[in-house]
Each structure stands twice: as structure tokens, then as C-alpha cells.
């Protein structure tokens, strides 16, 4: 178990068991240091305060040395860790789950008494739990539900588009992106003036694959895709031709042909007979005859599925599995030919076969194992969320979060600052190992946020740490991308600063799961080690409780168990005669014997040991069975054991659980003393609403 699930299970084990990029170059030689300032002064440096007055019942419930316990905090917990609706406000209820609350506030403040919360491994602990957390409050919450939505009502479609690319740098200089951006409107003229769609694509098109397929990419559905060529893919009709779309590619004209209703996931096995590469006229006509002769005896019934693919296919990785291959959508990426999925797909029922169908890999019989439609919202909810936040509209939800930050903590930046440094520095920064000279560094702002001053200095350590060897990326655009990301690194760490002032849940999380670490850490010292490793106490206490912990009446016995039953009877002749158990194995099983006989000894009471129970409870020795394996056994029972107290050994987990339980009843005793508890009666009575 996690330690994070530990924790957790702890609290509730006590509570309910015990950018800007303009830039204008700088004037002066380049060894001299950076000698400026701003020249447009802030407006306003104080964060933008946003108070939003929240009502909650801040009456005093109770005091427990001197802390005051709020209505408020106590209904939180009240609710939220009472199970199986039993927080019914009740009298019995309330005053019930008030005593347990009292005894887990007793604890952390016992642990903060010994200074628990400053031992380094708990708050390195805390704080990569704080880590994980603030990750889900830094989007926009609003923004990434929309996209989940979005994303969904997408995935109810398939699209088959044509494209036009002409390629173009994301970081290319203006001049470049505008002549780019001249020539996918000229294109799109041509097609609007009446040229097909599919000439101007190969002829014109710069992704490579339009000079073979006229600029046809095929089926995909949400994902399938690069987020802004999807969207513009969705929003047209059929038949439509889009405005120049930008991506990290260049500019695309897109035109959907087809849209379809999902045909949702297959899951299929297929039989392979390959055509290699650059085959003959008679190797083709050779794997048709294969083919159409396997197909023709599935048909008849002469041979089953499994045993024709592990006969026949050609797919090594899957001829000893029946073929089977992953569960796949149509049109999804890394999808199979078009010709196969469409095949698949026709299949109308599990355990259908298709006819041949030939793909760039040879031919293939495809057989339906199951198919399953197009989940519901709430169905895929969870996994649309997960490829959301891998794919990059994910960074749509950060970019406005970060916007809305810069708005409410009166970001300014100082672009002039920026321009002159960039003239300063070399193209090592693409080498990935620049250092900064030190006439470089300065202190001079290069941007506020929320009163805070980011200086040269800050953004030159940044650009350090991180520079990497970068040949995608001239040396302005490389700085330029390292300011924006240092820009919304700051935001974003500021934001998550003040996470516990904004998000009343996070706070509150936040001081269960350090309550948590706590408690954990000193229920271990106080009670659950201590009663584990102290087995002086233990005994004591077992001794003072002798007669909780006692065997009832027990049989002794010896089962023997032979293999061959010459030597059952000669073992039984032995026990009947009492001779100790040792005296008869030693006698009966030589070395290098064939058969020999086997003994279990024990104490067993009633119920224990079903061999046991069938007997009469007497002094015996049962005569010789043969068993169900060709084994023969017998019991001897040899005295019956009347009541008596466990040994520490014998009933340890039993003792220790008790130990622990009084350990921690007498230590909750001296902590009511230590720390003194005054309850308002009349608070708690205004909260019993039956």
C-alpha cells in the first residue's frame, strides 16, 4: 500500500475505529554591461485582490487547550468521514463522532508538542504531496472540462479530409511567415476560381504524400490529429474549404469530403499470406490461390479458426494467439489500412469471417471477435481526460490560466530590457552550453508580477539551468521561447503559491493529509510499534488478561500418513503400544526406503482441523483408511487436553491488538489531562436537528 493511501487511511482509522516578443536592438559596444531602465513604469504592483465572502458558521464547538474548534471545521469533517449516511445529525451521532474528533485533534497537537512537523523526511513528504496536488488547480478548470466535452462530441464522428500544406517554421521571422501565407492564398484562389481541390494539391501541396494521394489523408477522429488541423476539420462541412490554418507545419487548406458516425472499437484476429515486396506475377497469383483455398475451407467447416491460423499465417506474431490483434477504432492513429478497417467493420456478427482482402501487406481473412460502440460521456470521461491533458490543447487551459494570473497580479513587463539582453547574446545559447558573461547581469526588471520584480539576473540563471543544444530554432526565436516559458514558470509558481489563500479545498486537503503524516508517524512511535517491539509489556499484559486468551478443550493427536499399507499397519501396531512418535518413524522409514510414513502432531480444538473433528473425543487409534490418492492413514489421539491460557507465541496478534488498543486508551487519558477539553453545550445542542 502507498504511503499517501497510509496516511489517509489513518485519519479515517482514528476518526472512525479508535509574453511579450518585441524586441529593438541596443546601442553600445558588447562587453559593456547592460546599463538601462524601465521606461514605462508600473501602474500598479499590488495583486489585484478578488474577495468572494463565503458564509460559514464560525461559532467555537470546543476548546482543547486553549484552541478553538469551529462549527464549521467540525461539520466538515462530520460529513464528510461519516459512512453509510450516518451523519444524520443525530444526538447519539453528533456527540459520538465528537468524542472521535477530539481524540484525533489530541493527537496532532500532542504531535506538533514533540515537534513532529519539522522532521525533514515529513515535510519533504509533504511537499511532494503538495506538488501532486496543486498540479490539478494549475488550468483552467472551466477550459479542460470544455475540452473534455469537446473532445467527446468529436470522438460521435469520423472525418475524411483532403489538405494543402505549404510549410513554414512556427518561429519563422515575419517576413518569411507572410510569404508563406501569400502562397496558401494563392492556392486557395486557384480553387475557388474552379481548379480541382486534388491537382493543386499535387502539384503545389508540400507534404510529400499529396503526389500519390492528391492530398487525401484518410479517416481519423478526435485525436487522430494535430489539435488546430482537427479543429478546423470539425467546424466545416462537407464539401467546404477552409480559411489558411495554422500550425507548428506551416499554413493548411482544408476541405472535408466525408463525415461519418464513429463505428466505434473492433476486436479482431486475421490470417496473413504475405506478397513480398517487388513480387512476381506468379508469387501474387500464388498467395491468391493460398488465400482463396484457406478461406474456402473455413467456409465449408473443414477446418476451425485457431488451427487454419496457426497452419496457414504469416504473421508470426500472432499465428499462435489465433490471430488476434489489439482492439482498435477506425481511423484511429497508427491505424490499420483503410481496405482492412473497412472489412473489419463490415462484419456484422462475433465469429464472422470476411473474404480475402488484399492491403499493401499481402492478404488477409479476418475474423470478429467483439465489437463495442461509442462509450457514453460518463463512460469515457476518465480516459478522454487522461489524452487531453498529454495532447497539446492542453496547454489551451494553462495558456488562458496563466493569462487570467497575469491579468489579477498586474503583470508588466519591460520588452525594451528583453531586446537590448537578446542583442548580448551569442549563438552558444544554441549549443546548449552558454554561460553568461558577467557583464550581462543585472539586477534591472524584466518583468512584475504581483509586486515582485524578475530581474536580468533571474532570467539569465533560468536560461542556464535549461539550455539545451537546439538547431530547430535561431538564436532571437530560442531566447524568445525561454523568456515566454520563464514568464509562465514564474506565473504559475506564484499562482500555486497562493493556492491555500484561493482554494479553500485545497487548504483544507491539504491540512488533512499533514494532520495525516503526523498522526501516522506518531501513532507509530506511541502505539503501534511500541506495542509490536515490547514484549516485556506484552507478556504483562497477557498475564493480566490470562483468561481472555485461552484454548478450550483440545484433542492431541499424530496423523500418520503412509504411502504403502504394509507399513500404516506396522506404524498403527507401534502406536498402539504408545511409543513415542519419533521412536516410530525412525524405526519405519530407512534410508532408501520406497515408502515411508509421514506424521502431523498437534493440538486442535473443535473446528479446527476437519480430520479431527469426525473422531470421538477419546484417548484412540483409528484403524487404517485408504484414502481417495491410493494413501493410507490413521489418528492417534492421544490424551484430550482440557482448557488452558495461550502462550504469548500462541495468541500474539490477538495480544497485540489489545495491547495497542489499551496503549492508546490509557495515552488519550493522559492527553485529556495534558490538554484540557471544554465543550459549548449549547453550540451542540443548536446542531441536533433530530
Known sequence: MKKTAIVLFAIFSVLFLSAQKNTKPVAGSPNEPIKITPTKPPVNTSPVQVEVEVKTDQRTLFTIGGDKVTVHEFESVYTKNNINNQSDFSEKSLRDYLTLYQNFRLKVKEAEAMKLDTITSLKNELEGYRKQLAKNYLTDREISEKLIQEAYERSLYEINASHILVRCDENANPADTMAAYKKIMALRKRIEKGEPFEKVAKESSEDPSAKTNNGNIGWFSVFGTIYPFESAAYSLKVGELSQPVRTEYGYHLVRVNERRNARGQMRVGHLLVRIPENATEQQKQDAKRKIDSVHALLVKGSIDWETAVREFSEDRATRTKGGELPWFGSGAPNRYPVEFEDAAFSLTSDSAISKPVATQFGWHIIR???????????????????KVERDSRSQVAKNVLIERIKRENNFVIYPEVKSQLAARIDTN????????DSTLRSNVPMFTLAGKSYTVNDFI???????KRRNDKNKDALINEYFENFVNAKCLEYEESQLENKKPEFKALMKEYRDGILLFELMERMVWGKAVKDTAGLEEFRKKNETKYMWGERADVAIFNCTDKKIADA???????????????????????????SVIEGKYEKGQYDVVDKLEWKPAVTPVEKLSDSSYRFVWIKRIVGPEPKTLKEAKGFIVSDYQEYLEKTWLADLRKKYPITVNEDVLRSLIRK
Open 368 to 386: 470478429r471477435f467483439e465489437k463495442r460502440p461509442v462509450p457514453s460521456f460518463n463512460e469515457a470521461k476518465a480516459d478522454i481526460k487522461r
Open 429 to 436: 545559447l544554441q549549443k546548449g552550453n552558454w554561460r553568461a
Open 461 to 467: 540563471d533560468y536560461m542556464e539551468k535549461n539550455a
Open 571 to 597: 506404524a498403527r501396531k507401534l502406536a498402539l503400544k504408545n511409543k513415542p512418535v519419533a521412536d516410530i518413524t525412525a524405526k519405519l522409514n530407512k534410508e532408501g526406503a520406497k515408502s515411508k510414513v
